[in-house]
């Protein structure tokens, strides 16, 4: 494959991905409130969950640079799992 058809391949394969998201506003349950994140407030973005040895680790970004770790045995106990800072810029 020649480069020029490598670049053609790529875009046309990248065109789905960066196809314009449709927002239509918040979800909603089905009794009409709004969903909410059950492992985290609005205090986070970037999710990043693992499961490892027994544990997940929950991982989010902060809007003042600093990465935060959350460790619990079960998937509900990272609501209320201490939050350690884990980078910094």
């Not at 789905?16 to 506003?25: D, E, F, I």
């Not at 909410?36 to 640079?65: H, I, Q």
Request: a negative charge.
């Amino acid at each position: 494959m020649t480069l020029r058809h490598l670049r053609s391949w790529l875009a046309g394969a990248a065109a789905p991905l960066t196809a314009p998201v449709c927002v239509q506003g918040p979800a909603s349950a089905a009794d009409g409130r709004p969903c909410t994140n059950p492992l985290k407030s609005m205090e986070g973005a970037d999710p990043w969950l693992e499961s490892y040895d027994g544990n997940y680790y929950l991982v989010t970004t902060t809007f003042t640079d600093v990465l935060g770790m959350r460790k619990s045995h079960t998937l509900a106990g990272l609501a209320t799992a201490p939050s350690v800072q884990i980078w910094s810029e």
